[in-house]
């Protein structure tokens, strides 16, 4: 059952397309026994029919810069091979503690960025 409402929650997040893949390894590495190498493969699973249906209605609405978009598959599927090779290397029990410092690092920045915008905001 919880992966079921992990699924929903992580759907949603990856509809809106603000990274629902780390909300779907943040609750498995919290909330179950299962090693971080198989939530990250899990993961990977979850991304194929989510993307499909998220660039669909984007595609539907008009909202991907084809250009831009090019550039980053390219780079991204490099990326993916040289990141593969690397989680393959590295042991389960470091890999979730790479993960938490990366998404410490998401926290810092946005958290940043809204103090900047908000916040800090120069005055007109």
Not at 69 to 84: E, N, R
Request: aromatic share 12%.
């Amino acid at each position: 059952m919880k992966e079921i409402i992990f699924g929903v929650i992580s759907g949603v997040v990856a509809s809106m397309g603000m990274g629902g893949g780390v909300i779907l390894v943040l609750l498995f590495s919290l909330f179950s026994d299962v090693s971080q190498h198989i939530v990250q493969g899990i993961n990977l699973i979850f991304f194929i029919p989510t993307s499909i249906v998220a660039i669909y209605m984007n595609i539907k609405n008009k909202n991907i810069d084809y250009k831009v978009a090019k550039k980053v598959i390219i780079s991204g599927i490099i990326g993916a091979c040289i990141g593969s090779l690397l989680a393959i290397k590295i042991n389960s029990d470091s890999l979730k503690k790479y993960f938490g410092m990366f998404l410490i690092g998401i926290a810092i920045f946005e958290i940043y960025s809204f103090f900047r915008q908000y916040i800090l905001k120069p005055k007109r």
